[in-house]
């Protein structure tokens, strides 16, 4: 049995998962996520992943803008022991951040694939848009819990494929509409 790899984000109700938290992450309505009216049922999702999670898992990117702020954050205590596997060519040991638990550097979807068959529980992947797409082109990724918020972005980075593909079946595992407008979809990938 191999370890569940799971995709875990905020997406505008068209795909993009680009620059939820602001601006400065370089999409020009970056922020979206924050001018939606906050409704903490909305975000009980994130909760809930904590029961299951056992590792996380970034991008080169999403690692480095997590890794400033989530080690130091009340809000992310849970994650601060956590194995973290990051997935990158190019960043090297010293770039990792001291007191946020054990991390390691993966170099490849090779290295991924290696991660699963090992003992243990769910991998969380957290933002990563390009590591998602490239784990789901390589039938990596199980499982995607999605909060869709009621915006439409146009461009921007996704989760998912925007190439002619073979089509991949996905099965309703839960959802939920918040007031907010905000809708909690989880899919298992169909096999």
């Known amino acids: 049995m191999t370890r569940e790899l799971v995709w875990t984000g905020f997406i505008s109700l068209d795909g993009i998962a680009d620059s939820p938290g602001g601006t400065a992450e370089g999409h020009p309505a970056g922020g979206w996520v924050f001018r939606t009216p906050f409704d903490p049922e909305s975000f009980s999702l994130k909760s ?3 029961q299951e999670t056992t590792a996380l898992m ?3 990117r ?12 009340d809000d992310h205590v849970a994650y601060r022991d956590l194995p973290k596997y990051v997935v990158s060519t190019t960043l090297d040991d010293g770039a990792l951040v001291d007191g946020w638990g054990e991390q390691h550097i993966l170099r490849s979807v090779e290295d991924v694939v290696a991660l699963k068959k090992t003992d243990g529980g769910a991998i969380f992947v957290h933002g990563s848009a390009e590591l998602a797409r490239n784990l789901a082109d390589a039938g990596l990724v199980d499982r995607y819990n999605l909060l869709v918020f009621p915006v439409l972005l146009g461009e921007g980075k ?11 079946r996905l099965a309703l595992r839960d959802s939920a509409a918040y007031p907010n407008g905000v809708l909690k979809v989880v899919y298992d990938v169909v096999r």
Do not use: D, K, M
């Not at 999403?62 to 954050?73: I, L, R």
């Open 62 to 73: 999403s690692y480095e803008a997590f890794a400033s702020v989530w080690p130091q954050s």
């Open 158 to 168: 996704s989760v998912f494929p925007r190439r002619e593909q073979e089509e991949q």
């Open 48 to 50: 809930e992943e904590l």
């Open 58 to 60: 970034f991008g080169r």
